[in-house]
């Protein structure tokens, strides 16, 4: 029988990249609800300590650690302080990610093109890897990394972030192959719309007015008519951090409100 304690995260230790806003800090709470300690990363540590008092409200301890997971110094410090605080990682989301500018192939530079890289994959990829040796010590663990639809299908002028989000889809199937014999899992969430700063941060040059007309067409047009929650994939990245999803590896659940139907 599937009791709903499988979807516990009692007594495990959770580390959230981009966790001070958005779906970080939904999925933060959310594993705190769902009875983890939650250790949350990002570049600003006031953002992440006003989070780490929300998860200490609900009865969890936190950590909030200021890290640009762009950078490999920051990820090694990032997971030698975890460590320090807690002695184990058990569940690790890769959610920090962004397009920091508008650009095309024809006029991209070199600079833009590795800072997305190197936030949205190598980042990734080596706080994976750092975090797994550690898993792989303890027995096993969950690793999932936040996509994007944009991995399926290419948006116009974030070039560069649509080939890192379909990146991580293959990189959450060649961990997940690699480290399935340590018990560690991996797989990824692929959001579509979801109210943030970085989805309003398109229209960043487009008058108010304006904003709101094309935000509420771009939700008219969802199957599901509207735009996603932060909350609402909360849900998602708990099953594939919890015992609900223990036989599934190498999978990413696209939560789009039905976007890449249409
Ligand atoms: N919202 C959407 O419509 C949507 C759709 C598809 C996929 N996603 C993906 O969902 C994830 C979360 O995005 P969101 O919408 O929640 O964005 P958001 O509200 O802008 O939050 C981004 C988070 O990442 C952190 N961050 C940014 N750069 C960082 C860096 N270099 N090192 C460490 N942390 C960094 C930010 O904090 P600091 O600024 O303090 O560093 C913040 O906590 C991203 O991977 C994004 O690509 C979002």
């Known amino acids: 029988m599937l009791g709903l304690s499988r979807f516990s995260l009692e007594g495990e230790v959770a580390l959230v990249t981009g966790g001070s806003r958005g779906i970080g800090r939904a999925t933060a709470l959310g594993f705190?609800?769902?009875?983890?300690?939650?250790?949350?990363?990002?570049?600003?540590?006031?953002?992440l300590e006003k989070v780490a008092d929300e998860i200490r409200g609900v009865g969890r301890k936190a950590l909030p650690v200021a890290a640009h997971v762009g950078r490999m110094e920051d990820i090694h410090r990032l997971v030698e302080t975890v460590m320090a605080e807690f002695g184990r990682i058990d569940i690790l989301v890769n959610n920090a990610g962004?397009?920091?500018?508008?650009?095309?192939?024809?006029?991209?530079?070199?600079?833009?093109?590795d800072s997305i890289m190197n936030l949205n994959l190598k980042g990734l990829y080596f706080l994976s890897q750092a975090v797994a040796r550690v898993m792989k010590e303890h027995g096993g663990g969950k690793i999932i990394n936040v996509s994007s639809i944009d991995g399926y299908k290419p948006e116009h002028s974030i070039g560069p972030y649509s080939i890192a989000k379909a990146a991580v889809i293959m990189a959450t199937k060649s961990m997940a192959l690699e480290l399935a014999p340590y018990n560690i899992r991996v797989n990824a969430v692929a959001p579509g719309g979801v109210a943030t700063r970085l989805f309003d941060s398109r229209w960043f040059d487009v008058p108010e007015v304006e904003m709101k007309?094309?935000?509420?067409?771009?939700?008219?047009?969802?199957?599901?008519?509207?735009?996603?929650?932060?909350?609402?994939?909360?849900?998602?990245?708990?099953?594939?951090?919890?015992?609900?999803?223990?036989?599934?590896t190498g999978e990413t659940i696209i939560a789009d409100g039905g976007f890449l139907l249409t």
């Open 213 to 248: 007309e094309q935000k509420s067409a771009f939700a008219k047009a969802l199957p599901l008519q509207r735009v996603g929650d932060p909350d609402d994939m909360v849900g998602a990245i708990i099953y594939l951090a919890s015992d609900a999803s223990s036989y599934v």
């Open 98 to 113: 962004s397009s920091p500018a508008l650009s095309t192939v024809l006029d991209i530079e070199e600079r833009l093109w």
């Open 32 to 47: 705190a609800e769902a009875g983890a300690d939650v250790v949350v990363a990002s570049r600003k540590l006031p953002d």
